[in-house]
């Protein structure tokens, strides 16, 4: 991908950059939810009655230095919505 010049960029050259990074995310949120899934086959007890604050908290500790423009709140409600979504997806 052709990188962004952001003095002469235009509005449709950023736009069809952000939709290839979309493209990129909807991808990874689809093989997260699989391997979420797979682990709520693995777990004692699944689904959104089996969540686990504990392990959710480190995987925000863990992006955080990975996403340094997003605070902890903002990255904390972005990976519940995440986590919620797959959770959902996986039908446990
Ligand atoms: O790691 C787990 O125990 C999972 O069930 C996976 C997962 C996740 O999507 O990352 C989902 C729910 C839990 O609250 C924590 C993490």
């Known amino acids: 991908m052709r990188p962004i010049d952001s003095e002469t960029a235009?509005?449709?050259e950023v736009r069809s950059a952000i939709d290839q990074v979309d493209a990129e995310l909807a991808a990874l949120l689809e093989r997260r939810a699989a391997l979420a899934a797979e682990v709520q086959r693995i777990k004692p007890v699944g689904g959104h009655r089996g969540r686990d604050a504990a392990r959710e908290a480190a995987i925000v500790e863990a992006?955080?230095?990975l996403a340094p423009s997003f605070?902890?709140?903002h990255l904390a409600r972005i990976m519940n919505a995440v986590i919620e979504a797959g959770l959902d997806?996986?039908?446990v």
């Open 10 to 12: 235009t509005l449709a």
């Open 63 to 65: 992006m955080l230095p």
């Open 71 to 73: 605070s902890r709140e």
């Open 89 to 91: 997806a996986s039908g």
